[in-house]
């Protein structure tokens, strides 16, 4: 269950902080307001999108798609070593190039049909861009 708490800033002014819980039970602020009003509804829509299971903070949706790969995906992804060393290829020669300054929140679907478009433009083969295809939908399921 979600709740707001009274704050005094430094310059004594009340702010309320919205606080609601993840589905391990962790504790995460939804923001801070000005009114109970407005962090009270923060912190209901919060628990909303967990119900929803649409969960994530707002801050890994900020994360650039080169972070997450380089420092999450890759790292803790199970695979044989000779997978990750074609994934890795893969990812260096056909994907990290188009995708890796953009935000994943940003990704859309038009995006990846924009870089098929364009791997078909560099003459890559149809076996390649459907391994490459498989990673890059691989590493947008884990996130």
Known sequence: ??????????DGKTRYTAIYRDIRGNRHSAGTFTSKK??????QAAEARVAE??????????QTF????EEEWLPHHVMEATTREGYTY???AHIMDWFGPMRMIEILPSDVRAWVKDQQDKGLSPA?????????SGIFTTA
């Open 53 to 62: 299971g649409r969960v994530g903070t707002t801050a890994r949706s900020r």
């Open 1 to 10: 269950m979600g709740h707001s708490y009274k704050r005094v800033g430094a």
């Open 66 to 69: 080169r972070r997450y790969v």
């Open 90 to 92: 893969s990812i260096y």
């Open 128 to 136: 390649t861009i459907r391994l490459n295809k498989a990673i890059l």
């Open 38 to 43: 407005g962090a009270d509804k923060a912190w």
